[in-house]
């Protein structure tokens, strides 16, 4: 069974970081795409980040909201991915899931959830003074 699990939401003050993890059970991330979204109160899911494997090729994706501060990676010994979340901003405050998708993803696909079938339950992150 196809499970991803996210960790290491919190709380932060502005400018502060925070590494998010999501863990895999049940296939390999390695050769796996997994995306990251982010949904606050009242507004609709937003893609945030996504490393996308085409092989031979990796392409890692980010929103313009977070380009710069966010760094998507993998560690395939611990079959995990992680989001390292740099000057964070009160507007950076959502629950955040990872996600892999039902195939193969191009383009700007990497950022429609519609796209994506297995979902992490989330993590909330609090960015506040």
């Known amino acids: 069974q196809l499970q991803l699990v996210e960790s290491g939401g919190g709380f932060v003050q502005p400018g502060g970081s925070l590494r998010l993890s999501c863990a895999a059970s049940g296939f390999t991330l390695s050769r796996a795409t997994i995306g990251w979204f982010r949904q606050a109160p009242g507004k609709a899911r937003e893609a945030v980040s996504c490393?996308?494997?085409?092989?031979?090729?990796?392409?890692?994706y980010y929103a313009d909201s977070v380009k710069g501060r966010f760094t998507i990676s993998r560690d395939n010994a611990k079959n995990t991915v992680y989001l390292q979340m740099n000057s964070l901003k009160p507007e950076d405050t959502a629950v955040y899931y990872c996600?892999?998708?039902?195939?193969?993803?191009?383009?700007?696909?990497?950022?429609?959830?519609?796209?994506?079938?297995?979902w992490g339950q989330g993590t909330q992150v609090t960015v506040s003074s």
């Open positions: 490393i996308s494997i085409t092989e031979p090729s990796t392409t890692f």
């Open positions: 996600a892999s998708p039902g195939g193969l993803l191009f383009g700007t696909q990497w950022s429609d959830s519609s796209q994506y079938d297995n």
